[in-house]
């Protein structure tokens, strides 16, 4: 069983950036930021392999950044030029590479972009 821990969410004008982090208890294969907005689905945001494999969905490329210190299992994910579009639940997901589904979810850190 692993353990994920987010930290980072906040509140920002438009336009301001956060950076959130996530600690794995142990070693994963493919871990991913997830967020789900007021009245919306989840959706995944970025995830990042630990070979290197990276996503990201269209309505956050050019302003996310996804990475991860595989020596520290933790996962980043540095959000710039926000947008109260992006206000949502952010949750840390992980999973093994033999799983087809994340399977490892933390409590989620709230980022509130206020326009």
């Known amino acids: 069983q692993v353990q994920l821990v987010e930290s980072g969410g906040g509140l920002v004008q438009a336009g301001g950036s956060l950076r959130l982090s996530c600690v794995a208890s142990?070693?994963?294969?493919?871990m991913g930021w997830h967020r789900q907005g007021p009245g919306k689905e989840r959706e995944l945001v970025a995830s990042?392999?630990?070979?290197?494999?990276?996503y990201y969905a269209d309505s956050v490329k050019g302003r996310f950044t996804v990475s991860r210190d595989n020596a520290k299992n933790t996962l980043y994910l540095q959000m710039n030029s926000l947008k109260p579009e992006d206000t949502a639940m952010y949750y840390c997901?992980?999973?093994?590479?033999?799983?087809?589904?994340?399977?490892?979810w933390g409590q989620g850190t709230q980022v509130t972009v206020q326009g």
């Open positions: 997901a992980g999973r093994h590479i033999v799983e087809d589904k994340y399977t490892y």
């Open positions: 142990g070693s994963i294969f493919s």
């Open positions: 990042v392999s630990s070979s290197g494999s990276i």
